[in-house]
């Protein structure tokens, strides 16, 4: 079935740091994969999305790429700010309602 | 307008108790989704209503668990009895449409079973 695996953590980076987050996945078909964020005391908030191969989704900064070939969808930022301590999960989808979460990364950036 | 809201945001009951989880969803939409974390794994599919009637509850781990969705508005998430392993975050998302349609998340309800 389809799954997701995400690099574990915690993270911690200093401010203006470069964060890779990684994602790999296993799917069947062409799914549509996802970055969902979590900040202290909120609810998961779609940060970005793509939808097919090599696409690139963005947002806040934030950048993800949408790669077949390694079946993978990196969460990239090339500056971050003490604002962006959350927790980033990655996610896919096959289109039936059947999300599916990796365990989360757990990011902290200090000033 | 509002988001996902659940409530109670913290539940703390001991093992054998009974539970009650609520989710109000965005109003409008049909779709509504419940997931559980537990122990800081990945977050795990647990049921999706279409209205009030259960599409898909292929998550649910046993019959200790029983959702509602009475009227097509809200929905409840009973544990009876709770045991220790049903400790972790219990969220509820909705959605207008189904498929891929992005889903909204709510903040979670803590559930802890000592």
């Known amino acids: 079935g389809n799954s997701v695996t995400q690099m574990e953590g915690p993270v911690t980076l200093s401010e203006e740091a470069f964060l890779t987050i990684n994602c790999t996945y296993t799917?069947?078909?062409?799914?549509?994969l996802f970055w969902y964020v979590q900040y202290p005391g909120e609810g998961l908030q779609l940060l970005l999305k793509?939808?097919?191969?090599?696409d690139k989704g963005s947002n806040k900064g934030f950048e993800a790429t949408y790669r077949k070939e390694t079946t993978s969808f990196h969460l990239e930022k090339g500056s971050v700010q003490v604002s962006d301590s959350a927790v980033y999960f990655c996610?896919?989808?096959?289109?039936?309602?059947?999300?599916?979460f990796g365990a989360g990364t757990r990011l902290t950036v200090k000033p | 307008e509002a988001g996902v809201t659940q409530f109670p945001s913290h539940s703390v009951i001991e093992k054998g108790q009974t539970v009650t989880l609520r989710c109000d969803p965005i109003?409008?939409?049909?779709?509504l989704y419940w997931y559980r974390r537990v122990m800081g794994k990945e977050i795990k599919f647990l049921l999706h209503?279409?209205?009030?009637?259960?599409?898909?509850e292929s998550g649910m781990p046993n019959n200790r668990f029983l959702a509602e969705r009475t009227g097509g508005t809200y929905s409840t998430l009973k544990v009876q009895p709770a045991e220790l392993e049903d400790s972790g975050v219990y969220f509820c998302?909705?959605?207008?449409?189904?498929?891929?349609?992005?889903?909204?998340f709510g903040a979670g309800t803590r559930l802890s079973v000592l």
């Open positions: 998302a909705s959605s207008f449409r189904g498929g891929l349609d992005i889903q909204y």
């Open positions: 799917a069947t078909g062409y799914p549509s």
């Open positions: 793509a939808t097919k191969a090599d």
């Open positions: 996610a896919l989808s096959g289109g039936n309602n059947d999300m599916r």
């Open positions: 109003s409008g939409h049909d779709n």
């Open positions: 209503f279409v209205k009030e009637s259960k599409q898909d």
